[in-house]
């Protein structure tokens, strides 16, 4: 599968590490819906191929939506992509948040860090279906408050009923919303427990705890999901790099149920 | 208006308290609210309290000379605050502020220690709830300190 170019509209910086590159179809390319969750292989081109969540609104499909933590000589030079320069794209790929599934269900999103780009669609997703559902709360973490993410659109979210509630690890003096880690936040969303759907993204660890935390406040396991990250690289299940026991990450997931994944990822050989 | 009772029995902390239990920790109790910016206590001060949140939110700091004071922690609607009231010396080691408008149930420790010593069934109560969350706090604290965010390569 060979990568279509992209052209690079915005490059919109979110935090110091963290850019948003928005993308229309150049060339051959043509516009691709996908769901809330899937990802795309970005090659930056020159540098290297990594794969990349959606970050946008899987309803407006005309333009792709990213956002890149630079974290090595890929991600870094994807960051560093300005308007107009072209940047290859292979996708979607992988398995998707079945968020339109959860109609009549409270929705909770739980992401850490640049776990809240692959859950923005499913924000995105709720906005456009607001009646369908319930009580909607996003618990987000972060290290910092300067580390948080898309916190320019928070209000109007909270103006369309969804509670967002924020904490951070370490914070200054002004800062008045939460400290501390993510899994405490449960505790302060508005939601039924048993007619709950999780949607969980960022670090393993995090996901690990949080979705311990929901299981013991009633929230079932079986409607609970996680987004995994492992080293993809062709991202149809062929080269094995993403496998984790029995699961190829890029094919089967990268969503999950949290049963799927709750014995596979304590294990210290994967 | 509510009653104090009534008020304990709807704060999470206490809510399964068979009532004899809580109308002998309601004589300790007593409502107060604090502006956001006061503080509800202070290091190395006397700890005489502890403090269920009823509304309003709460910032755990610790100060240093010279600098910022670091927050550490907050703690919300339906969190209880305060154990140094249980230990000797019985002094606190954090300073806690308000951030928002805050109401509570403050807790006179040196009362209730009295009642716990004279029905232990009842401080053993009293002492186990305290471990719970002090179990949480101990878990929350790890998980704070090995940087869950911090990068992985890629």
């Not at chain 1, 590159?21 to 051959?28: A, D, K, M, Q």
């Not at chain 1, 062709?234 to 190829?248: P, S």
């Not at chain 2, 005489?48 to 000379?65: D, M, N, S, V, Y």
Request: some cysteine; charged content about 25%.
């Amino acid at each position: 599968m060979l990568p279509e170019a992209w052209i690079v509209r915005e490059n919109l910086r979110e935090t110091e590490d963290v850019v948003t590159l928005v993308l229309e179809p150049g060339g051959s390319a043509a516009p691709t819906a996908f769901a809330p969750g899937q990802f795309n292989m970005l090659y930056a081109f020159g540098a290297g191929e990594v794969p990349i969540s959606m970050s946008g609104d899987p309803g407006d499909p005309t333009k792709l939506v990213h956002t890149i933590r630079d974290v090595g000589p890929v991600t870094a030079a994807l960051c560093r992509l300005q308007p107009g320069e072209l940047v290859g794209v292979r996708g979607p790929f992988g398995s998707h948040w079945p968020v339109a599934d959860q109609q009549g269900r409270d929705i909770v999103i739980a992401a850490g860090g640049i776990g809240l780009a692959p859950l923005r669609p499913v924000v995105h997703h709720v906005l456009r279906h607001r009646g369908d559902y319930d009580d909607v709360v996003l618990l987000y973490g972060a290290r910092r408050p300067s580390e948080l993410l898309f916190t320019g659109e928070f209000e109007s979210w909270r103006q369309s009923d969804i509670q967002v509630v924020v904490t951070v690890d370490h914070a200054p003096a002004d800062w008045t919303e939460h400290v501390g880690v993510v899994t405490t936040l449960i505790r302060h969303g508005k939601f039924e427990t048993e007619q709950a759907s999780a949607f969980l993204c960022g670090p393993e660890v995090m996901m690990r705890f949080t979705a311990a935390e929901l299981e013991s406040k009633g929230v079932s396991p079986d409607k609970t999901w996680i987004s995994m990250e492992r080293n993809m690289k062709c991202a149809v299940g062929f080269c094995g790099h993403c496998q984790l026991g029995t699961e190829f990450i890029c094919m089967d997931g990268p969503v999950f149920t949290w049963p799927r994944m709750r014995n596979l990822i304590t294990v210290r050989e994967l | 208006m509510k009653g104090l009772k009534e008020v304990i029995s709807e704060h999470a902390f206490f809510a399964d308290l068979p009532d004899g239990d809580r109308a002998i920790i309601a004589g300790c109790a007593q409502m107060a609210s604090y502006k956001a910016g006061e503080f509800l206590f202070q290091s190395g001060r006397e700890a005489e309290h502890f403090f269920l949140l009823r509304h309003g939110k709460i910032a755990l700091e610790l100060q240093a000379p010279g600098q910022e004071p670091y927050r550490f922690e907050t703690v919300g609607e339906g969190e209880v605050i305060g154990w140094s009231w249980l230990f000797e010396p019985h002094k606190w080691q954090f300073d806690a502020r308000a951030i928002d408008d805050t109401s509570v149930v403050k807790f006179d420790g040196k009362c209730l220690r009295g009642k716990c010593d004279n029905d232990p069934r009842l401080g053993y109560d009293i002492m186990k709830r305290f471990a719970r969350v002090l179990v949480q706090r101990y878990a929350d604290t790890r998980l704070q300190l090995i940087d869950v965010y911090g990068k992985q390569g890629g």
